[in-house]
């Protein structure tokens, strides 16, 4: 893990340079993806990045865990509460108040692009780059939110599967409660992206990188990854 955080560390450094950047705006959610991306772009540029915490209808425990993180690696960070921008726009386009009960994904999907618009400010301000915190897993399968989440300047753990994450994670002296939190989006209270997905990370990684699976896993990954190849495409033109 040594060598693979020092040459990400490095490419971090040399995106900075190559695009005339100054430094990083990392979202911190409070879980483990965005943990190692914040403190990959801390070791890259310490004195030119800044963590950005933005609950929206959140469980508390995750902005406690983004401070944590923050606070233990000695990262910059500003916390923005998005609950009122979020419900105004809701009422606003459905004539209707936001219902934390309801799992509509045109509305909670919202809450990504509110935070990627947050993200972009702060980018632009600062001329820093926005880091995004998506894996090679939840790639694979188009887990993300297309212009939230997905819109993003780069990916620095964009090559890695969720177990290659956990082992970085570890060697970066994450905290134990972070790495050993269910993984989740956050988009709604008790929202597992495992149970969401439908398979597990260890069988998605698995696939990932032997080849190796059953029927089930097989089915599951080849119908996320056909409904969600939109997300990683290029907005189309016309062949003429």
């Keep these: ?142 887990y993300f939110t297309k212009y939230g989440d997905g819109g993003v300047d780069l990916l620095p753990i964009g090559n890695l599967v969720k177990r290659q994450v956990y082992e970085l994670a570890e060697y970066l002296g994450i905290p134990r409660r972070i790495i050993e939190k269910p993984p989740s989006a956050g988009l709604w209270a008790g929202q597992n992206d495992e149970t969401e997905m439908g398979i597990t990370y260890q069988e998605l990684d698995e696939f990932i990188l032997t080849g190796k699976a059953d029927d089930r896993v097989r089915e599951v990954v080849k119908r996320l990854a056909t409904k969600n190849a939109h997300k990683k495409q290029m907005p189309v033109l016309p062949p003429f």
């Design 1 to 142: 893990m040594y060598l693979l955080a020092q040459r990400l560390t490095e490419w971090l450094r040399e995106q900075v340079s190559e695009r005339g950047a100054r430094g990083y705006v990392v979202g911190l959610s409070g879980g483990i993806d965005s943990a190692v991306t914040a403190v990959l772009c801390k070791r890259a540029c310490p004195d030119n990045v800044l963590g950005v915490i933005m609950p929206c209808y959140s469980n508390p425990l995750d902005a406690e865990d983004a401070r944590l993180v923050a606070r233990t690696f000695d990262i910059p960070f500003k916390e923005i509460v998005l609950d009122e921008p979020f419900a105004l726009l809701v009422r606003l386009l459905t004539g209707e108040d936001y219902n934390v009960e309801r799992k509509d994904l045109s509305i909670i999907n919202i809450k990504p692009r509110l935070r990627m618009t947050t993200l972009y400010f702060y980018a632009s301000r600062l001329q820093y780059l926005v880091a995004g915190t998506g894996n090679r897993s939840e790639l694979t399968v188009g």
